[in-house]
Nanobody, 115 residues
Framework: QVQLVESGGGLVQAGESLTLSCAASINIFRILTMGWYRQAPGKQRELVAGITGGGNTNYADSVKGRFTISRDSAKKLVYLQMNSLKPEDTAVYYC?????????WGQGTQVTVSS
């Protein structure tokens, strides 16, 4: 089982930036494909960015060009750099493996973007 702890959320204005961090506790972290997900009120959780163990990345169309996912496998950390934030980015953000492991969801970190 992967234990994941997200941090770095907050309240920002539209156009500003935030960087989220996710700490993982699993020895095989370096080979896992990881993802950042988000869930807005009344909506389903969605994958916004993924990164393979080799560093290949993919993004949802809604965040492409604004968000950057990265990882430090030695420290078992995954990051999500979010630039040019929009009110529609408001959500609770989670990290997990990709595909997600149902028993590994953490508490998430709230990101609120005001207009």
């Amino acid at each position: 089982q992967v234990q994941l702890v997200e941090s770095g959320g907050g309240l920002v204005q539209a156009g500003e930036s935030l960087t989220l961090s996710c700490a993982a506790s699993i020895n095989i972290f370096r080979i896992l494909t990881m993802g950042w997900y988000r869930q807005a009120p009344g909506k389903q959780r969605e994958l916004v960015a993924g990164i393979t163990g080799g560093g290949n990345t993919n993004y949802a169309d809604s965040v492409k060009g604004r968000f950057t996912i990265s990882r430090d496998s030695a420290k078992k950390l995954v990051y999500l750099q979010m630039n040019s934030l929009k009110p529609e980015d408001t959500a609770v953000y989670y990290c997990n493996t990709n595909p997600a492991r149902g028993n590994s969801w953490g508490q998430g970190t709230q990101v609120t973007v005001s207009s």
